[in-house]
T-cell receptor, first 112, second 115 residues
Framework: DTGVSQDPRHKITKRGQNVTFRCDPISEHNRLYWYRQTLGQGPEFLTY????????KSRLLSDRFSAERPKGSFSTLEIQRTEQGDSAMYLC??????????FGPGTRLTVL | GESVGLHLPTLSVQEGDNSIINCAYSNSASDYFIWYKQESGKGPQFIIDIRSNMDKRQGQRVTVLLNKTVKHLSLQIAATQPGDSAVYFCAEIKETQGGSEKLVFGKGMKLTVNP
């Protein structure tokens, strides 16, 4: 399977804990995006990488959130001191330059 | 602020009927729109796109219409099948301050196809 993959698919955590999600984009894609989606809503842009450089961060991305793409391939999204409001589906997408974005299956986070 | 939104939250059709899903956008400067399909437990899947220099674009069983005058976008699905049951989103490509592009999605519309 050469699509975008995300791990884990589901994560249940207690409030205050830290969580980290991983995204593996399509191998030749240089752009990687993170989105957050709550029930019944469309995905909301969080942040964007071109190769290893993080070029854009949404105001939705509070200082508890950090994303990295150290080698320009896979990316991680970490949420520190999780809150119940962080419960959502976290989606990763990748693209080559400005072409079509391919989405992964998402990581569903539940904060108790 | 700018937004992309859908008129109807739910649509139920019979198998074999044609389906029309509508979307309104508010940013008249938008020049690229995409329709996505999202099945339960999966990420959004690209269906079809259209640029602002076009009024209509056809794919396999799908057609997207763009009316720039009223800032309206629609997705037509011909001979709807049970496999078309999903949530559909319209999205707008918007340039960010950093010069990159991000997708701005509207609220989803759930399509249910009854056999």
């Amino acid at each position: 399977d050469t699509g975008v993959s995300q791990d884990p698919r589901h994560k249940i955590t207690k409030r205050g804990q830290n969580v980290t999600f991983r995204c593996d984009p399509i191998s030749e894609h240089n752009r990687l995006y993170w989105y957050r989606q709550t029930l019944g809503q469309g995905p909301e842009f969080l942040t964007y990488f071109q190769n290893e450089a993080q070029l854009e961060k949404s105001r939705l991305l509070s200082d508890r959130f950090s994303a990295e793409r150290p080698k320009g391939s896979f990316s991680t999204l970490e949420i520190q001191r999780t809150e119940q409001g962080d419960s959502a589906m976290y989606l990763c997408a990748s693209s080559w330059a400005g072409n079509e974005q391919f989405f992964g299956p998402g990581t569903r986070l539940t904060v108790l | 602020g700018e937004s992309v939104g859908l008129h109807l939250p739910t649509l139920s059709v019979q198998e074999g009927d044609n389906s029309i899903i509508n979307c309104a956008y508010s940013n008249s400067a938008s020049d690229y729109f995409i329709w996505y399909k999202q099945e339960s437990g999966k990420g959004p899947q690209f269906i079809i796109d259209i640029r602002s220099n076009m009024d209509k674009r056809q794919g396999q069983r799908v057609t997207v219409l763009l009316n720039k005058t009223v800032k309206h976008l629609s997705l037509q699905i011909a001979a709807t099948q049970p496999g078309d049951s999903a949530v559909y989103f319209c999205a707008e490509i918007k340039e960010t301050q950093g010069g990159s592009e991000k997708l701005v999605f509207g609220k989803g519309m759930k399509l249910t196809v009854n056999p």
